[in-house]
């Protein structure tokens, strides 16, 4: 009830690979220990953004068929994971080495590399087929952010310990989360796209249901449901943060990316296409 539809199981022979090197990875990240601190969680926020582009591109049909089912969901997580803890781990040998002051750093800067790289090239799919319509994405990039400054100065103001535990990492799990909505808020009322979700369908029929629907839509519901989820989940978080900060924050970082990576590919696939 909760998963979207198409999601597709790759070949065996795509599967195992990609298994197996980020088993590796997560194996020596462990051995590893690297500090995951605020930085490192906004440093990866590119990388959340990227995965989410190379779907994207999957969607245009930008890929051979030969490797594009490694791009389909939820196998593309499991790519941008491997690449991106690929990344942190020679981040980690050149701070070591002295050829990099800071492992975030690196790998903040590798991430919007990637991200702008990617995202030039699906944006120059779009201008060649003439669907290029940056407007409404725009408007969903500012107001999400507008709304996730008032969600965080209402935090910060009512609920203070909340906001300076989770600090930039706990932001970042608000605005993505926010972004999500609003963008899936405007395909639902403007754009005429689907949900594939059937949780978050839900939420928007019962926002169709409601008297307020023939003014303001169906989405500003699923809106106002993501932020509250959000600011509960910072709230659940904070003594944690304070026990456990690595453990916690890593934890946060995988809430912020499970709204941040469907806010962009829904930001980027509507400019797009």
């Known amino acids: 009830m909760v998963l979207p539809e198409g999601f597709v199981v790759p070949p065996w022979y795509l599967l195992g690979p990609v298994v197996i090197v980020l088993s590796g990875v997560i194996a020596l990240l462990w051995a590893l220990e690297p500090p995951v601190t605020d930085r490192t969680v906004i440093a990866f926020a590119p990388w ?23 791009f389909t969901a939820p196998m593309v997580y499991a790519v941008t994971a ?22 975030p750093r690196f790998v903040g800067i590798a991430g919007t590399a990637f991200f702008t790289v990617f995202t030039m090239f699906a ?14 994405p725009v408007i969903a990039v500012v107001v999400a952010g507008i709304v996730t400054a008032v969600a965080w100065i209402a ?21 993505g989360h926010t972004l999500d909505g609003v963008t899936t808020a405007i395909g639902y009322d403007v754009l005429g796209a689907g949900e594939d979700v059937p949780l978050s ?73």
């Open 48 to 70: 959340m953004m990227f995965g989410a582009c190379l779907h994207v591109l999957y969607k245009l049909g930008a890929f051979p068929a030969t490797i594009e089912p490694l």
């Open 123 to 136: 944006l120059s799919l779009g201008l060649e087929a003439g669907t290029l319509e940056p407007f409404w």
């Open 155 to 175: 935090l910060s103001l009512w609920f203070t310990d909340i906001a300076t535990t989770t600090s930039a990492t706990g932001a970042l799990v608000v605005f």
């Open 201 to 273: 369908l839900l939420i928007l029929e019962a926002g169709e249901a409601l008297p307020t629907a023939e003014y303001v839509g169906a989405g500003w519901l699923f809106v106002l449901v993501k932020v509250v989820l959000a600011m509960v989940i910072l709230g659940l978080f904070r003594e944690y943060v304070d026990e456990a900060p690595q453990q916690a924050r890593t934890l946060l970082a995988l809430v912020a990316a499970v709204g941040l990576g469907p806010a962009v590919h829904n930001t980027l696939l509507f400019a797009v296409a």
């Open 82 to 103: 491997t690449v991106a803890g690929v990344v942190w781990i020679i981040a980690i040998f050149l701070h070591v080495g002295g050829l990099q002051p800071t492992i």
